[in-house]
T-cell receptor
């Protein structure tokens, strides 16, 4: 089983609908991230969380919200989806705790969202 | 501000050719970390390498090598004797000042033809 699991993997929805993308991890990492990937734009940070009580906006947080329900769970919500939110969404975790950590991001398999 | 530029949008080579993917970064922090990730057609993101700003030593791992030059703010990735399985999108990323945020380039799509 994947260490970082995203659900759903694919979703087609209509404009104005509320959508939640869920992420759960078994790596025991404190840090979790949501990224969005668009062709030619790379990965852009939507939100990140360093622990259950810590939520931070990334560079493109407008139109999105998140919830850190537990150390292992970090959900991304689109309250009212619009077509330009059609993208591939990635959840990631990081083990950074100082020296000795690799600091790398561990990604889920991605959730492809299409908003019609 | 932190920024990563991958000017090569797409590169096509024939199998067994060497290919270099360019990455130029911007940061005012003295401590930072650079990464390369691979995204094969299946879509997952695979970690390839991490480099910290204090270590300019180049690294080789099989057919892969990385050239880190602080003087030109570059962290280039070379694949020697490319193979079809190397076809993927490759992302360069910067994390600074700590591993709080990661800034990704727009990616370079590598097509290796048989």
């Amino acid at each position: 089983d994947a260490d970082v699991t995203q659900t759903p993997r694919n979703r087609i929805t209509k404009t104005g609908k509320r959508i939640m993308l869920e992420c759960s991890q078994t790596k025991g990492h404190d840090r979790m991230y949501w990224y969005r990937q668009d062709p030619g734009l790379g990965l852009r940070l939507i939100y990140y969380s360093f622990d259950v009580k810590d939520i931070n906006k990334g560079e493109i947080s407008d139109g999105y919200s998140v919830s850190r329900q537990a150390q292992a769970k970090f959900s991304l919500s689109l309250e009212s989806a619009i077509p330009n939110q059609t993208a591939l969404y990635f959840c990631a975790t990081s083990d950074w705790k100082g020296q000795g950590s690799t600091g790398e991001l561990f990604f889920g398999e991605g959730s492809r969202l299409t908003v019609l | 501000a932190q920024k990563v530029t991958q000017a090569q949008t797409e590169i096509s080579v024939v199998e067994k050719e060497d290919v270099t993917l360019d990455c130029v970064y911007e940061t005012r922090d003295t401590t930072y970390y650079l990464f390369w990730y691979k995204q094969p057609p299946s879509g997952e993101l695979v970690f390839l390498i991490r480099r910290n700003s204090f270590d300019e030593q180049n690294e080789i791992s099989g057919r892969y090598s990385w050239n880190f030059q602080k003087s030109t703010s570059s962290f280039n990735f070379t694949i020697t004797a490319s193979q079809v399985v190397d076809s993927a999108v490759y992302f360069c990323a910067l994390s600074a000042p700590d591993f709080n945020k990661f800034y990704f380039g727009s990616g370079t799509k590598l097509n290796v033809k048989p």
